[in-house]
Nanobody, 122 residues
Framework: QVQLVESGGGLVQAGGSLRLSCAAS????????MGWFRQGPGKEREFVAA????????YYADSVKGRFTISRDNAKNTVYLQMNSLKPEDTAVYYC???????????????WGQGTQVTVSS
């Protein structure tokens, strides 16, 4: 497994931006597809975005498409989530996760970070 640590969360006004980072250690980072999920208050954890091992392909939930961008730097063992035009409904704990296969399903990811809180005020 790979160990994951998220950072970059915080409080931002609606319309603002944040960039989340997820640093990986342990086994070879580039052998994993990576994903971001989020869990809002009283909600189940949901898929946000995913990226292939090489970074050549990305996938997004409809709710964030056009506003969020996932990227990775395999030299730095880090995956990012750039979040623009944030809305109050984006408020959640954001988790990064690693999977041996590219997926949008939470159950396919077997390594998870501890999460970072993002709060968007109206």
């Amino acid at each position: 497994q790979v160990q994951l640590v998220e950072s970059g969360g915080g409080l931002v006004q609606a319309g603002g931006s944040l960039r989340l980072s997820c640093a990986a250690s342990g086994r070879i980072f580039r052998s994993y597809a990576m994903g971001w999920f989020r869990q809002g208050p009283g909600k189940e954890r949901e898929f946000v975005a995913a990226i292939t091992r090489s970074g050549s392909s990305t996938y997004y939930a409809d709710s964030v498409k056009g506003r969020f961008t996932i990227s990775r730097d395999n030299a730095k063992n880090t995956v990012y989530l750039q979040m623009n035009s944030l809305k109050p409904e984006d408020t959640a704990v954001y988790y990064c996760a690693a999977s041996s296969t590219l997926s949008q399903s939470r159950g396919d990811f077997d390594s998870w970070g501890q999460g970072t809180q993002v709060t968007v005020s109206s």
